[in-house]
């Protein structure tokens, strides 16, 4: 065979057997689909109405707060329907109601809604987790939201003396959940050479009743509403709240208090009476009392709600009443 007949074979066989490829390979993706069509839309919804990320499946609850948690709202991945009109009339709703420097104070806007309430499901789903014979961690409790008398926490767990935190009474407890996101948070501060000073924890209804009317009588009556509860409107009688340190306005100024603003929301520690909202909270700044309300209800409350507690706990009450 000469060179050249030579040539024409070989490029006719490299011919056949490039189009004998081709051909099977469009068998085998009539089959199974185009490598792309798996991550395709087939409903003919646009990309705005698809779902948003919720936590992994199988990664544990954030009660405790404590980082990598699931909890945490940038880490979804899970996908959620576009939400129905009938929220989005009812966030204009509850958005309608709130106080005007409540609204000013959330950026939620007509491109973002789907978004805020993606992440406010989340919330409310992990409440479904709370234990259900005792208050939410998302009670609204205030001026004008009580509790009654008789209302005790369910399986105060008593603060001994231990190597996590510091105590300065015998007399303090939590609520389990409140009190194993303290001590998680107490792991992390001592890894950073802190050691938390923990002075005041859950109060009863008698001991509040007394305590209100000590203030009363050392500071007078229009001063202690500033500075002390009443009766039943106390954050601490829920059993999730905590005053660390000092208790005094230089708390804020320490190492322990840095520390504390620094990384509370990580485990859930949400600082309840923040300097300058007097008029929301009803009470004085609190450098030193902080509530715990788990880590996604802390990143939802930053996010949304300009890391006011009051206004993340009235708005999500709203809601649940509307």
Request: proline share 3%.
């Amino acid at each position: 065979m000469s060179s050249m007949r030579l040539q024409k074979f070989q490029i006719r066989s490299l011919f056949s057997f490039l189009i004998i490829q081709a051909a099977l390979l469009f068998l085998s993706c009539s089959k199974s689909g185009s490598p792309g069509a798996a991550g395709m839309r087939l409903d003919g919804n646009s990309a705005a109405e698809q779902a948003v990320a919720l936590p992994e499946s199988g990664a544990v609850s954030g009660n405790t707060g404590a980082p990598g948690s699931s909890a945490v709202l940038a880490s979804a991945k899970k996908t959620l329907p576009y939400p129905a009109r009938e929220n989005l009339d009812k966030l204009d709703a509850v958005l309608s109601g709130l106080s005007p420097r409540a609204r000013e104070a959330m950026p939620v806007t007509a491109a973002n809604r789907a978004e805020f309430l993606t992440d406010l499901e989340q919330v409310l789903e992990e409440e479904k987790g709370f234990r259900p014979d005792d208050l939410s961690l998302y009670y609204l409790i205030d001026k004008k939201h009580n509790v009654g008398a008789d209302y005790v926490p369910k399986d105060l767990v008593r603060l001994e003396k231990n190597e996590l935190f510091d105590i300065n009474k015998n007399n303090l407890s939590l609520r389990p959940e409140a009190y194993e996101a303290l001590c998680a948070m107490s792991r992390a501060a001592l890894d950073d050479g802190i050691k938390l000073l923990v002075s005041s924890t859950y109060r009863s209804y008698e001991y509040q009743t007394w305590l209100f009317q000590h203030w009363v009588e050392v500071d007078g009556l229009e001063e202690a509403e500033r500075e002390s509860a009443r009766a039943g409107t106390s954050q601490h009688q829920l059993g999730v709240a905590v005053d660390f340190g000092s208790v005094s306005d230089d708390f804020a100024d320490t190492k322990m208090g840095k520390w504390v603003y620094a990384h509370s929301e990580d485990y859930g520690w949400s600082l309840s009476f923040p300097q300058g909202y007097e008029d929301i909270t009803g009470f004085r700044w609190e450098s030193w009392h902080f509530r715990y309300i788990g880590r996604t209800a802390c990143d939802f409350q930053r996010k949304w709600f300009s890391d006011v507690q009051q206004f993340m706990i009235e708005f999500i009450d709203a809601w649940k009443n509307a």
